[in-house]
């Protein structure tokens, strides 16, 4: 089968920018353009942004953000990652963003223009790259504003000895770097996930484009063990002043939120951390402005002030007091940035909801019910990886694009089905949301999918909360907890909650094949019996205020 590449190179550089090949401690260069207030500009701080993505190119419109920096009296600092586009070096994930990041802290704070104060700022990778930065504990390193992203971001999961939970494999975990880790280009194509065994297709694309990609070949099958961070993890490097941007509908945000739970135990970093939780997908759709482009004049803004407040503080000495805490609550009808001392606010509660109506909850919705009474029964389904439950978005990283309605989805033999009460009043979720269960399967492995969906009057069904997790072995009978993420959500009256659970979600995740084989070498699949004991399994959310129903 012929493989369709479109390989993608660097964009012109800005007439804004001036580049420079700077030298790392082993000889590598890394191009990095800097952008000045005006040309003559004295010493003032800096803003040092290092991605993968091309610091010239179009997806990351980084002059566009340059100027906005610039136009408020910082210089910026922007530099493609080693390997990466107009950079030396081998292109490999992670492991060089540490000392790489520490090399060019040094060469900033050595030029004219800059007066030893620098922030880091950036989205996803590049704001992986302020935690490689900071792990080294460079004095410069003044603030940093990391938004939806993680220590621990793309980490593959894998089954750790004595451990039967573990997060499911998203497709884009080894899919990532044979598209933007593979040479300095981008290189997009598609791969047929009914078409078995996976990796094989990955061969044929090696074949396609003549070489192969260093980070998936130290990732497949098993990961070999490279350090992210040889200095150290970043908890354990001096702290820095940090403006942590979590998305509500953030794909990856579970690994920023693991980030904030370990920061919580370290009195230092707690002391430094701010939170910005905003109702933002990973691509920065607003669930207040969805269809609104980068292009439009109101984006900049919402994108780069709070970091600019943030900086202001940090580095020039503003007497702003910025609340430990902001939040947005998706669903009011009021973007407008709310504060507390610390998350969840503190007059939130735990609303706990049981599910009930075994006979109905495979059938069409609304299903079986979510209510305060226990109840009993089982309810048993085949999970199947060669027909799976279709993710409801091409893109996860940009749901709110169009937040579809995923009513359709109950109507399925494989997806079990609960709905709430109507509320009569709204009802402000605000905080933790979280799924006990106990399921079983006669598979030698086991995905459970939860999906908290907000129902509308007309019937129309959408994602307000989700979580999944693999279990080892199950049995008959596991006790799991599945992290739904945390919310900042009204339920408005005349709505009613839905929980949904299945074992796939595909291609977003890569379904279980039945056999307990490797995912990727899988050739075959083999039907799967599933079970969830309703008795045994309670949702568990935050709420604020009473809850009328």
Known sequence: ????????????????????????????????????????????PTILTRLPYDKCGEYTYMPRIAEYF?????????????????????????????????DTLDWVINQDWSDGEVGMWGDSYYGYTQWAAASTGHTALKAMVPRVTGTRLG???????????????????????????????????????????????????????????????????????????????????????????????????????????????????????????????????SHFSPGVPNSDPSFLPRYLDPAIEFFDV??????????????????????????????????????????????????DAP?????????????????????????????????????????????????????????????????PVRLDAVAGSDGPEMDLFARLLDVAPDGSARLIARGQQTIIDPGSAFAVTLDLGHLGYRLAAGHALRLTIASSDAPEFVPAPGTGEHRWLADKTVPNQQRLDLGLTRLTLTVLGEVSQ
């Open 1 to 44: 089968m012929t493989i369709s590449v479109q390989r993608t190179g660097p964009g012109p550089i800005s007439s804004s920018a001036t580049q420079h090949m700077v030298r790392m401690r082993d000889g590598v260069r890394l191009a990095t353009d800097v952008y000045l207030p005006s040309p003559d500009a004295g010493p003032g």
């Open 70 to 102: 610039t136009a408020r009296g910082y210089r910026m600092v922007v530099q493609d990652v080693r390997g990466k586009f107009r950079s030396e070096g081998e292109t490999l994930l992670f492991v060089n963003e540490a000392y790489d990041g520490y």
């Open 155 to 285: 980490e593959l999961p894998i089954p750790v000895p004595g451990q039967r939970v573990h997060d499911v494999e998203m497709s884009v975990h080894r899919f990532y770097p044979l598209s933007m880790f593979h040479d300095r280009d981008m290189l997009e194509w598609e791969i047929d996930w009914t078409r078995r065994p996976l990796a094989a297709q990955v061969e044929e694309f090696f074949t396609a484009v003549g070489s192969r990609s260093a980070s998936y070949d130290l990732w497949f099958p098993y990961p070999v063990s490279l350090r992210r961070f040889p200095a150290g993890s970043p908890f354990d490097a001096p702290a820095v002043p940090v403006l942590m941007t979590i998305g509500w509908w953030d794909n990856c945000a579970p690994w920023q939120w693991s980030d904030h739970r370990e920061i919580e135990g370290k009195p230092a970093w707690a002391r430094n951390e701010y939170l910005l939780l905003e109702a933002i997908d990973h691509e920065n759709n």
């Open 314 to 363: 940090f580095l020039r000495g503003s007497s702003a007091v910025i609340p430990r805490v902001r939040w947005q609550l998706a669903g009011s009808g009021d973007s407008t940035l709310r504060s507390c001392d610390s998350w969840p606010p503190v007059s939130a509660y735990p609303w706990e909801l049981h599910l009930d109506g075994a006979d109905a909850a495979l059938g």
């Open 367 to 431: 299903g079986g019910s979510l209510g305060s009474s226990v109840s009993s029964g089982v309810v048993a389904w085949t999970h199947d990886a060669a027909d799976p439950v279709p993710s409801p978005v091409v893109d996860a990283f940009a749901i709110l694009a169009s937040l579809p309605d995923e009513r359709l989805l109950a109507a399925r033999s494989d997806v079990l089905v609960f709905t709430g009460s109507v509320v009569t009043s709204p009802v402000d979720l605000a905080g």
